[in-house]
């Protein structure tokens, strides 16, 4: 038996940092090998397993490589609050917030600078809301072209306001998205519409899903994933 196997607790959840974080198994017919990462808010950890590998086997592995966990989640950048004068990025552009309590209080892109009014109190919301909006239209019309570029009809586009996953396509032939990616760069976002496109038509992670991903995808689907992965946790630094 495995040494790390031996002496590890077999605990589906992890201490990191003093903090208790859950431990999430997927398994994937595809899976050659135990894959390991963070969630990229830090609150989750994910192993990836094939269809041989044990549950407890998968747990003990990641309770042997804590301190790496540890390091990974102490990269996760801190809240930062949205406030006048900050920076926020929007399509992977820095751009500076301008209030006016006098202006309009819906939100709106001059340049580089967002400006918004109303009351002070609030204004995260309202940036929220409207960064939301202008996701669902770049979602919508990244859906569209995708379908069309895989001969398929379009289909729904929801937003996803959830902490784990950058988008999800359901077997009714709707896809989410995770909102956050209005702010990452275009080719970025593009990747995972498209990802979630190819999904519609193959519903794994197999050569053919691969071989459409790389057909309909105009850019380079080894530098977005590459993005996410060293640059995706800066997307949950603002907004909670």
Request: glycine share 6%; with cysteine; net charge positive.
């Amino acid at each position: 038996m495995i040494d790390w196997l031996k002496r590890t607790p077999i605990d589906p959840q992890i201490e990191l940092d003093g903090e208790t974080v859950p431990i999430v198994l997927r398994r994937l017919k595809s899976a050659k090998r135990l894959t390991l990462r963070l969630a990229p808010d830090g609150n989750e950890v994910r192993i990836t397993l094939p269809n041989w590998a044990r549950a407890n086997e998968a747990i003990a592995f990641a309770h042997a490589r804590t301190d790496w966990l540890a390091e990974q989640r102490a990269k996760i950048p801190q809240r930062e609050a949205v406030a006048p004068g900050g920076d926020l990025l929007i399509r992977g552009a820095p751009v500076t917030l301008v209030w006016d309590e006098d202006a309009r209080r819906r939100p709106a892109l001059h340049g580089q600078e967002l400006h918004v009014g109303g009351p002070k109190e609030g204004i995260e919301g309202r940036i929220r809301r409207w960064l939301e909006r202008e996701a669902l239209a770049l979602f919508e019309a990244d859906t569209h072209h995708y379908c069309s570029a895989a001969r398929l009809d379009p289909v729904p586009v929801g937003l996803s306001r959830a902490q784990k996953r950058w988008g999800s396509c359901s077997d009714q032939r709707r896809i989410r998205i995770n909102w956050r990616l209005v702010q990452a760069p275009d080719f970025v976002r593009r990747s995972v519409v498209a990802h979630e496109v190819a999904h519609l038509v193959h519903f794994d992670h197999s050569p053919a899903f691969h071989a459409l991903l790389g057909e309909i995808y105009e850019n380079d689907i080894a530098r977005a994933d590459k993005w996410l992965k060293d640059k995706g946790r800066t997307l949950y630094s603002a907004f909670g």
